[in-house]
Structures are given as structure tokens and as C-alpha cells.
């Protein structure tokens, strides 16, 4: 398995890239949030890899980071979920804004991702939840911490809108406890 790849990128043709490895040119299909970050051709590259064997064929996926790896990988043991639908995800929102998708179960995000039907993205939601989500989102620009995320799907459970907890989850200071922190969004939704 190949797990990293430094070289020489060679060509850059949208989602694929040459990278040349001492003398050997790998072909790699990268998302397009990667593709956006990458130097100019013929400077030095790294890459994150992961690897697809098929019968027909030897696949090379490259990330920048290894936050984004994670999430591929993740999205490729869900079912249904091939390389290309996974690296169209990811090339349509950046892991964060894929974990705060998965965190306010927000359907209407991966939806607008070509080839995510409503369905689809349904079951992508319940399969990411809890295994990718709070603890690696940023929501409404802040870090997302445990606590945050525990007040806010306690909203959500309570009937309120993605809109009114986010709202009412910034009234909350940073350091509050949960049951605190409920009290405070609660008091908050109730002005409003």
C-alpha cells in the first residue's frame, strides 16, 4: 500500500496529477480542495495516498492533509460509497464543513454534490454520525468542542431548527457545562 508520496508534480489536469517519484511519474487523482492548494508544476509535492486495487485497475487518491484521507477513507466504508463519489465530496466541501453537514444532519449540503440524490446523502448522514462529526467540525466559525456539540444535538433533539441552535448556541459562553449550557440556549430561544 502506498501511504505517501513526495516528488516532482508534473502535470496538473483537474482531478488528475503527475507526480514524478525519482524517475517513476505516478498518476494521482486528487479532490479539488487539494487540487486548489497544490504549488506550481515542477516544484516539490507531498501527498497523503490511499491506495484502491480493482480487478482492472490500480488506483492512486492523494490528499493534502490527513484529516482528508480519514474522511475518504471513512466515506469509502459506507455502502455504496465508491473512490469517486467519496473524492466528489470531498471536492465539494472541505472536511469541516463536511463534519458540521454530519453534526446538524443537514441533507441540503451534500445534496448540491453532482451525483448525491436526497436519498444518498440520507444515508451518508446516518452512517457519518457519531463516527465523524462534532469532534472534527468547526460550526459557526468557532471550534466545535464536545460540550458544544452535546448542547446542540440536545436542541436539535428538543424540536428546534439547525438555524435557532446555532443561534442560541452562541449565547452560550465558552467553558459552560452541558446542563448549564442547555439552561442558557433554552433561556435564549425563549427571548426570541
Same mark, same amino acid.
Given at each position: 500500500?502506498?501511504?505517501?508520496?513526495?516528488?516532482?508534480? &508534473?502535470?496538473?489536469?483537474?482531478?488528475?496529477? @503527475?507526480? /514524478?517519484?525519482?524517475?517513476?511519474?505516478?498518476?494521482?487523482?486528487?479532490?479539488?480542495?487539494?487540487?486548489?492548494? @497544490?504549488?506550481?508544476?515542477?516544484?516539490? %509535492?507531498?501527498?497523503?495516498?490511499?491506495?484502491?486495487?480493482?480487478?482492472?485497475?490500480?488506483?492512486?487518491?492523494?490528499?493534502?492533509?490527513?484529516?482528508?484521507?480519514?474522511?475518504?477513507?471513512?466515506?469509502?466504508?459506507?455502502?455504496? %460509497?465508491?473512490?469517486?463519489?467519496?473524492? !466528489?465530496?470531498?471536492?465539494?466541501?472541505?472536511?469541516?464543513?463536511?463534519?458540521? !453537514? %454530519?453534526?446538524?444532519?443537514?441533507?441540503?449540503?451534500?445534496?448540491?454534490?453532482?451525483?448525491?440524490?436526497?436519498?444518498?446523502?440520507?444515508?451518508?448522514?446516518?452512517?457519518?454520525?457519531?463516527?465523524?462529526?462534532?469532534?472534527?467540525?468547526?460550526?459557526?466559525?468557532?471550534?466545535?468542542? /464536545?460540550?458544544?456539540?452535546? +448542547?446542540?444535538?440536545?436542541?436539535?433533539? &428538543?424540536?428546534?431548527? /439547525?438555524?435557532?441552535?446555532?443561534? !442560541?448556541?452562541?449565547?452560550?459562553?465558552?467553558?459552560?457545562?452541558?446542563?448549564?449550557? +442547555?439552561?442558557?440556549?433554552?433561556? !435564549? &430561544?425563549?427571548?426570541?
Amino acid at each position: 500500500m502506498i501511504g505517501r508520496i513526495s516528488g516532482t508534480l &508534473l502535470e496538473k489536469n483537474p482531478p488528475q496529477l @503527475l507526480v /514524478d517519484c525519482h524517475g517513476v511519474g505516478y498518476e494521482v487523482d486528487v479532490s479539488m480542495s487539494t487540487f486548489y492548494n @497544490l504549488p506550481a508544476g515542477g516544484e516539490k %509535492v507531498t501527498l497523503f495516498t490511499h491506495m484502491v486495487v480493482r480487478e482492472d485497475a490500480q488506483l492512486l487518491y492523494g490528499f493534502g492533509t490527513q484529516e482528508e484521507r480519514a474522511a475518504f477513507r471513512q466515506l469509502l466504508k459506507i455502502s455504496g %460509497v465508491g473512490a469517486r463519489i467519496a473524492l !466528489a465530496i470531498l471536492s465539494g466541501l472541505s472536511v469541516p464543513d463536511l463534519a458540521q !453537514a %454530519v453534526t446538524l444532519q443537514e441533507t441540503g449540503r451534500l445534496t448540491k454534490i453532482p451525483g448525491i440524490g436526497k436519498k444518498t446523502a440520507e444515508r451518508l448522514l446516518l452512517e457519518l454520525k457519531g463516527k465523524f462529526g462534532a469532534d472534527l467540525g468547526a460550526v459557526a466559525g468557532g471550534t466545535h468542542t /464536545d460540550t458544544n456539540a452535546d +448542547i446542540l444535538n440536545a436542541l436539535l433533539a &428538543l424540536g428546534y431548527s /439547525d438555524k435557532e441552535a446555532l443561534q !442560541a448556541l452562541k449565547q452560550v459562553p465558552d467553558g459552560t457545562g452541558v446542563s448549564d449550557g +442547555i439552561k442558557l440556549a433554552l433561556k !435564549a &430561544l425563549a427571548k426570541g
